[in-house]
T-cell receptor
């Protein structure tokens, strides 16, 4: 079974440019997360989707960040315009909904460098 | 909110035992996870505790005390490949909050 797929794996852009990241979760996983991980830190939640609905986007910097999961499957995270401080690894994770124990499966991440 | 504390770095010798501690203060608690993350890679699941006590899985064990807001990850018979960051994460009502991770360096 394929794991969580993310692309691109690496992206280098200049500040003020737009950038987009794509994630395809494990088949059948209703819940999708986007995290940002800075160097030497743990992942920090940006947004959580239940199917196509964003149910927790309180940590998403909405002035420059946006996300969508139109059909409740794959998702895109966008930054426009990017700032130097956005350099980080952007991780996507997914789980099945329901049950008392839900292990999150992470994708390999997209390493963003803003110059 | 959630506050999770774990040591920044630890070192140990191949074949030894190491214990990585994690303390937390949370507004809701629905389990504690430990993840392993090698440099440049995604976190991978190690263990899950929701009730007090010790969960053993091969060379790795995890302990939880909910009343003390405390967990530890115990790694036995350390191998060089165990050099990685170990992330403690607490699940509240629906989301995981991660600690900053403990970088473990295993030397020969």
């Amino acid at each position: 079974e394929a794991g969580v797929v993310q692309s691109p794996r690496y992206k280098i852009i200049e500040k003020k440019q737009p950038v987009a990241f794509w994630c395809n979760p494990i088949s059948g996983h209703n819940t999708l997360y986007w995290y940002r991980q800075n160097l030497g830190q743990g992942p920090e939640l940006l947004i959580r989707y239940e199917n196509e609905e964003a149910v927790d986007d309180s940590q998403l910097p909405k002035d420059r960040f946006s996300a969508e999961r139109l059909k409740g499957v794959d998702s895109t995270l966008k930054i426009q315009p990017a700032e130097l401080g956005d350099s980080a690894v952007y991780l996507c994770a997914s789980i099945t909904s329901g049950g008392s124990y839900n292990e999150q499966f992470f994708g390999p991440g997209t390493r963003l460098t803003v110059l | 909110g959630q506050n999770i504390d774990q040591p920044t770095e630890m070192t140990a010798t191949e074949g030894a035992i190491v214990q990585i501690n994690c303390t937390y203060q949370t507004s809701g608690f629905n389990g504690l996870f430990w993840y392993q993350q090698h440099a440049g890679e995604a976190p991978t699941f190690l263990s899950y505790n929701v009730l007090d006590g010790l969960e053993e899985k091969g060379r790795f064990s995890s302990f939880l005390s909910r009343s003390k807001g405390y967990s530890y990850l115990l790694l036995k018979e350390l191998q060089m490949k165990d050099s990685a960051s170990y992330l403690c994460a607490v699940r509240g009502y629906s989301t995981l909050t991660f600690g900053k991770g403990t970088m473990l360096l295993v030397s020969p």
